[in-house]
T-cell receptor
Framework: GQNIDQPTEMTATEGAIVQINCTYQ??????LFWYQQHAGEAPTFLSY??LDGLEEKGRFSSFLSRSKGYSYLLLKELQMKDSASYLC??????????WGAGTKLIIKP | IAGITQAPTSQILAAGRRMTLRCTQD?????MYWYRQDLGLGLRLIHY???????GKGEVPDGYSVSRANTDDFPLTLASAVPSQTSVYFC?????????????FGPGTRLTVL
C-alpha cells in the first residue's frame, strides 16, 4: 500500500536547527513535496524534490533519497513564526499526492 | 480574484441537509482537487478532476459528488450530510503543464454537521 510516515510532534529552540524526517512508500514516484501549515490556515508550498540530493531555499532545505524512500526538511535559524505543522507528501504514478499526517513543530524562546 | 477562493468560510449544517461547497480558481490550472483534513490524519483526497469535463474518485468519495463544467469551478456537494462529514475541506489546483506539479490550496471551509 501507499504510506507516508513522519513524527507527530517536535520541539526546538529559537535560533537553532531542526530536521523533520519523512519516509514514503508509493506506487510509482513523481516527486516529494513539503508544505507548511499554520493553525487554522491552508497548507502552503515549501519545496519539491524529484532528484536525489539537497535543495536549498533560504533558511529551508529539503533532501531526497529515492533509493531509501526518505526525505527530510531542514529549518535553520528558527524563528517563532516557524511554529506550524509541516506536511510531507509524495506524488504517485497517477500524479496524486499521498500525504503524511504532518509534524507539529513547537518553537520555544 | 487571485488564486483559489472557497465559500463558505464556515458552516453549521443539520444532518440530512444538502450542502454545496464552492471552489473557484483564476490560474487556469487544469487539475483540481477536494481534500478533507481531520485532526491526527493527513489530508485525504475526496474527488479530483484532471481537466474540465472529467472527474475521478479519491480515497474517501462516499457521500460526496463533484462536477467540473468549466476550468475555473469545482463544486463539492454533500447530498445528505452526516456528522462524520464534520471536517475542514480544502480545494486545491495544479498546473499540469508546470515544471513542479505543485498543488496550491484555497483557504478552506470548516463544516460542522450536527
Amino acid at each position: 500500500g501507499q504510506n507516508i510516515d513522519q513524527p507527530t510532534e517536535m520541539t526546538a529552540t529559537e535560533g537553532a536547527i531542526v530536521q523533520i524526517n519523512c519516509t514514503y512508500q508509493t506506487s510509482g514516484f513523481n516527486g516529494l513535496f513539503w508544505y507548511q501549515q499554520h493553525a487554522g490556515e491552508a497548507p502552503t508550498f515549501l519545496s519539491y524534490n524529484v532528484l536525489d540530493g539537497l535543495e536549498e531555499k533560504g533558511r529551508f532545505s529539503s533532501f531526497l533519497s529515492r533509493s531509501k524512500g526518505y526525505s527530510y526538511l531542514l529549518l535553520k535559524e528558527l524563528q517563532m513564526k516557524d511554529s506550524a505543522s509541516y506536511l510531507c507528501a509524495a506524488m504517485d504514478s497517477n500524479y496524486q499526492l499521498i500525504w503524511g499526517a504532518g509534524t507539529k513543530l513547537i518553537i520555544k524562546p | 480574484i487571485a488564486g483559489i477562493t472557497q465559500a463558505p468560510t464556515s458552516q453549521i449544517l443539520a444532518a440530512g441537509r444538502r450542502m454545496t461547497l464552492r471552489c473557484t480558481q483564476d490560474m487556469r490550472h487544469n487539475a483540481m482537487y477536494w481534500y478533507r483534513q481531520d485532526l491526527g490524519l493527513g489530508l485525504r483526497l475526496i474527488h479530483y478532476s484532471n481537466t474540465a469535463g472529467t472527474t475521478g474518485k479519491g480515497e474517501v468519495p462516499d457521500g460526496y459528488s463533484v462536477s467540473r463544467a468549466n476550468t475555473d469551478d469545482f463544486p463539492l456537494t454533500l447530498a445528505s450530510a452526516v456528522p462524520s462529514q464534520t471536517s475542514v475541506y480544502f480545494c486545491a489546483s495544479r498546473n499540469t503543464g508546470g515544471s513542479t506539479d505543485t498543488q496550491y490550496f484555497g483557504p478552506g471551509t470548516r463544516l460542522t454537521v450536527l
